[in-house]
């Protein structure tokens, strides 16, 4: 039986607080930088992102989706979000993107997200691995879990 891993964009796959606090430093009245046209389709990945989805995406039993909660200042993000996922991934993962403002809607197996609370992962059915905290640090010790 098919496992489902869900993975999220922002601070997991592409590089978004970062971006955030530069784009704040170089023009502080601009008080949501999220809003401007194009900060989305031009996050950075975060460091072996890519190769490790695309790695997952290859073990036999799972399925990966992407999935990510759309900004509410930015309309132009479910847009943006795609054409990322296509630049950085491949045009087969669009049909793997589900934009959603509540996480714990979607059922899967797992779900790799940087916070535990906040879009509806709390709610999350599945296990949930934080990305980025103690356990997670970083895609290493992801891969390492579905070894």
């Given at each position: 039986?098919?496992?489902t ?16 606090n530069?784009?704040l ?10 809003s ?11 460091e072996?992102?890519?190769?490790a989805?695309k790695?997952l995406n290859?073990i036999?039993?799972?399925r990966?989706?992407?999935l ?8 132009l993000?479910y847009t943006?979000?795609r ?8 045009f ?11 996480k ?9 997200d940087?916070?535990?609370?906040g ?7 599945g ?5 980025g905290s103690?356990k997670?640090?970083d895609?290493n ?7």
């Amino acid at each position: 039986m098919l496992k489902t891993i869900c993975v999220d964009m922002d601070d997991v796959m592409c590089d978004y607080t970062n971006t955030f606090n530069n784009q704040l430093k170089l023009n502080p009245v601009q008080k949501f930088p999220q809003s401007v046209q194009g900060f989305f389709e031009n996050l950075p990945e975060i460091e072996g992102a890519i190769e490790a989805v695309k790695h997952l995406n290859s073990i036999a039993g799972f399925r990966i989706y992407i999935l990510t909660a759309p900004s509410e200042r930015n309309p132009l993000c479910y847009t943006e979000k795609r054409i990322w996922i296509e630049n950085h991934l491949g045009f087969e993962y669009v049909s793997k993107l589900i934009i959603s403002s509540n996480k714990g809607l979607i059922k899967a197996d797992y779900l790799i997200d940087d916070y535990i609370e906040g879009k509806g992962q709390e709610n999350f059915e599945g296990t949930l691995l934080q990305f980025g905290s103690n356990k997670f640090p970083d895609w290493n010790a992801i891969l390492e879990y579905f070894q």
